[in-house]
């Protein structure tokens, strides 16, 4: 892949969790950013352990040739919490903007279970017409709120939410306006069709419209332990559904020929988050630079 157009960063969901702290909650700031900068990567989502001004965030990152390229955003439009959310996203805009990101990355949150007990596999949300017309409506108004600042904003499609599936995908897509991207995960789509051509049918279908990539493993074993017990997505986080690239089931080198082959612009983000006790995330992280750097030439 060509150097000058794709930059390669790294989520601290791998050292902590945001949504199990417990998880990692031994590894501090400075020992995962210091990290991310020894095992090769430039770059770096914000977590929950991250200092939230600029003036003091920024010089512990300089100093280790990190840069912010994102950092997640909950929406909640379809529950009718626009002006909440569009106050809210504002003032993460601005922070985002301060660090040098140039992209959002949103997620619609109304009527998650993400978060819940309940099986992610069998009782996702399903957003009605009226809901779906207010998520498109609310997200192509942030596309223009963060236009305005020289910034783009993605949809992350996630397992447990309303925007999960192909289907689900294609329907946002086509809602919204051009402005509004994708933030292409290749692991969450892969958990939820349950298919390699069906992660890459959404990549080449929505090329254009994609401003940020996340590079996420999965383990069919624990997608189907999920299955069988009807487990929660965090339980299934716990006992490894997700892993770095090339330490799981998917086959990264089509992904990477097909951004590639495009021009693809951007970042691309590591995502695995993985219980820290039972996968050393520094550990994973050279694994996964190691990876990149063979199937990828970054």
């Given at each position: 892949?060509?150097?000058?157009?794709?930059?390669?960063?790294?989520?601290?969901?791998?050292?902590?969790?945001?949504?199990?702290?417990?998880?990692?909650?031994?590894?501090?700031?400075?020992?995962?950013?210091?990290?991310?900068?020894?095992?090769?990567?430039?770059?770096?989502?914000?977590?929950?352990?991250?200092?939230?001004?600029?003036?003091?965030?920024?010089?512990?990152?300089?100093?280790?040739?990190?840069?912010?390229?994102?950092?997640?955003?909950?929406?909640?439009?379809?529950?009718?919490?626009?002006?909440?959310?569009?106050?809210?996203?504002?003032?993460?805009?601005?922070?985002?903007?301060?660090?040098?990101?140039?992209?959002?990355?949103?997620?619609?949150?109304?009527?998650?279970?993400?978060?819940?007990?309940?099986?992610?596999?069998?009782?996702?949300?399903?957003?009605?017409?009226?809901?779906?017309?207010?998520?498109?409506?609310?997200?192509?108004?942030?596309?223009?709120?963060?236009?305005?600042?020289?910034?783009?904003?993605?949809?992350?499609?996630?397992?447990?939410?309303?925007?999960?599936?192909?289907?689900?995908?294609?329907?946002?897509?086509?809602?919204?306006?051009?402005?509004?991207?994708?933030?292409?995960?290749?692991?969450?789509?892969?958990?939820?069709?349950?298919?390699?051509?069906?992660?890459?049918?959404?990549?080449?279908?929505?090329?254009?419209?994609?401003?940020h990539v996340h590079l996420k493993d999965v383990r069919d074993e624990v997608v189907a332990e999920v299955r069988d017990n009807h487990l929660c997505f965090l339980?299934?986080?716990?006992?490894?559904?997700?892993?770095?690239?090339?330490?799981?089931?998917?086959?990264?080198?089509?992904?990477?020929?097909?951004?590639?082959?495009?021009?693809?612009?951007?970042?691309?983000?590591?995502?695995?988050?993985?219980?820290?006790?039972?996968?050393?995330?520094?550990?994973?992280?050279?694994?996964?630079?190691?990876?990149?750097?063979?199937?990828?030439?970054?």
């Open positions: 892949m060509n150097k000058e157009n794709v930059k390669l960063a790294i989520a601290p969901i791998g050292w902590t969790n945001d949504d199990m702290p417990e998880l990692g909650k031994e590894n501090t700031f400075q020992q995962t950013v210091s990290e991310m900068a020894l095992a090769g990567f430039t770059g770096s989502e914000v977590g929950s352990k991250y200092p939230r001004d600029p003036a003091v965030l920024k010089p512990m990152l300089d100093i280790r040739g990190i840069e912010i390229c994102n950092a997640w955003f909950s929406t909640f439009f379809a529950n009718g919490d626009k002006a909440k959310t569009i106050d809210e996203f504002v003032n993460h805009m601005n922070f985002l903007h301060a660090m040098g990101a140039r992209v959002i990355g949103c997620s619609e949150q109304s009527k998650s279970i993400q978060g819940t007990t309940l099986p992610v596999l069998e009782q996702k949300p399903i957003f009605t017409d009226e809901e779906w017309r207010l998520t498109a409506e609310g997200y192509n108004e942030l596309a223009e709120i963060a236009a305005a600042k020289g910034m783009r904003v993605t949809l992350h499609h996630h397992m447990g939410t309303g925007i999960q599936t192909v289907e689900e995908i294609d329907r946002f897509m086509a809602l919204t306006n051009d402005t509004v991207g994708l933030l292409y995960d290749t692991g969450h789509i892969y958990y939820s069709e349950g298919s390699q051509q069906a992660m890459l049918d959404v990549l080449q279908k929505y090329l254009p419209r994609i401003f339980d299934g986080v716990k006992k490894g559904t997700f892993t770095v690239p090339g330490d799981g089931v998917i086959d990264f080198r089509p992904v990477f020929k097909i951004l590639d082959d495009y021009g693809y612009k951007g970042w691309m983000v590591v995502e695995a988050e993985q219980d820290p006790a039972l996968a050393n995330p520094f550990e994973y992280a050279v694994k996964a630079r190691k990876y990149i750097r063979e199937n990828a030439g970054l």
